[in-house]
């Protein structure tokens, strides 16, 4: 390490992590970013040209894994690695407003939003802003039944677009939708017919940015939705192995301050243990002699928190911690966090 200076801090590129099963209109949506005169420069990393199906006439000139649009943003495929990908487009001289990375249809999109939590290099010049889910409204429920990664995907996301709305009906739609909100509360959800929606709704938009997950879902401190118990509604039964295998969301609230000695050792141990079966967390808390919120978020082990600001009113200091994940305990979780009071 030399003495010199650290350079100004460069301003972080957001990457949105799309993600969706076959078929749900993942590829629809990124014509649209590549080939759409929106004004903004996107680069989109995706994991085969081939399967896009872009129309020649619109790609100026490739070098070997990277096209150019006619409408300035540029496509490249991820053949090897994703974090070398990422190191090429930060060097190159142009600058992109953002940057889509469209994970297969199967894969779990974790690993990938991972990268941006963990690699330095990318760390500096990027910032993870949302995961985005595309979801077929017609046929989720049959994925649902008999893919574990069509569940997982809706798990990770921040915000789900809900896509093919015209092929089922308005009590279809409620039903599908409810089902959505017992494995994840807190995402979006959007509506669309043929992935048709403003881009702004979906790129840049902050939802992994530890300051502004207080402000998108208001319910958050509020339990709003009483998200707690039930969202399996099959812990009496315990006796189906099955539905152990279900993820859903569970929230824990806490009344009183927290030691941040004890809850850091509890959630990396608690991280450490389940975090394979925990695929995301988020938490607002409020920690012992501070006045600001403290706010964490997981993504499997991987974790980061920080305080961002004052709490709005004193009344309302109540910790919550809400989890997204298979065979949770909801006992175990709520006696340990219990336990961290200071």
């Known amino acids: 390490m030399s003495d010199t200076p650290a350079p100004a801090a460069l301003p972080q590129i957001p990457v949105t992590v799309l993600t969706g099963y076959l078929g749900a209109g993942k590829t629809t949506l990124l014509n649209r970013v590549l080939t759409e005169n929106h004004g903004k420069k996107y680069a989109v990393i995706v994991n085969e040209f081939g399967e896009i199906g872009i129309d020649n006439d619109l790609v100026v000139g490739a070098d070997?894994?990277?096209?150019?649009?006619?409408?300035?943003?540029?496509?490249?495929?991820?053949?090897?690695?994703?974090?070398?990908?990422?190191?090429?487009?930060?060097?190159?001289?142009?600058?992109?407003?953002a940057i889509l990375v469209e994970t297969t249809g199967l894969a779990d999109p974790a690993p990938v939003a991972q990268t941006f939590f963990t690699d330095d290099d990318v760390k500096k010049r990027t910032r993870l802003d949302s995961i985005v889910t595309v979801v077929d409204a017609k046929h989720v429920g049959l994925r649902l039944e008999d893919a574990d990664e069509a569940e997982e995907q809706i798990a990770f996301a921040d915000v789900i677009l809900l896509n093919k709305t015209d092929l089922v009906?308005?009590?279809?739609?409620?039903?599908?939708?409810?089902?959505?909100?017992?494995?994840?509360?807190?995402?979006?959800?959007?509506?669309?017919?043929?992935?048709?929606?403003?881009?702004?709704?979906?790129?840049?938009?902050?939802?992994?940015?530890?300051?502004?997950?207080?402000?998108?879902?208001?319910?958050?401190?509020?339990?709003?939705?009483?998200?707690?118990?039930?969202?399996?509604?099959?812990?009496?039964?315990?006796?189906?192995?099955?539905?152990?295998?279900?993820?859903?969301?569970?929230?824990?609230?806490?009344?009183?301050?927290?030691?941040?000695?004890?809850?850091?050792?509890?959630?990396?141990?608690?991280?450490?243990?389940?975090?394979?079966?925990?695929?995301?967390?988020?938490?607002?808390?409020?920690?012992?002699?501070?006045?600001?919120?403290?706010?964490?978020?997981?993504?499997?082990?991987?974790?980061?928190?920080?305080?961002?600001?004052p709490w709005p009113t004193k009344d309302k200091r109540k910790s919550r911690l809400v989890f997204i994940g298979r065979k949770l305990n909801e006992a175990a979780l709520r006696d340990g966090f219990a336990a961290c009071a200071a």
Not at 64 to 80: A, D, K, L, S
Request: charged letters at 30%; proline letters at 3%; hydrophobic letters at 35%.
């Open 169 to 309: 009906s308005k009590e279809e739609l409620a039903k599908i939708e409810a089902r959505i909100r017992t494995i994840n509360p807190f995402a979006k959800v959007h509506h669309t017919v043929r992935s048709n929606i403003d881009l702004d709704q979906i790129l840049d938009r902050g939802s992994f940015d530890l300051n502004r997950i207080i402000g998108l879902d208001p319910d958050f401190l509020e339990g709003g939705h009483d998200h707690h118990h039930h969202h399996g509604h099959h812990e009496k039964e315990g006796a189906n192995p099955l539905h152990d295998e279900e993820i859903r969301s569970l929230s824990v609230m806490l009344d009183k301050p927290v030691d941040p000695a004890k809850f850091s050792d509890w959630i990396s141990g608690l991280l450490l243990a389940e975090g394979q079966n925990i695929l995301r967390s988020k938490g607002i808390l409020n920690m012992a002699k501070s006045d600001q919120r403290y706010v964490f978020q997981a993504v499997h082990m991987v974790s980061e928190g920080s305080f961002t600001g």
């Open 64 to 97: 070997e894994e990277v096209f150019e649009m006619n409408n300035g943003c540029i496509c490249c495929t991820v053949r090897g690695d994703l974090i070398r990908i990422i190191g090429g487009l930060i060097k190159r001289k142009d600058k992109f407003d």
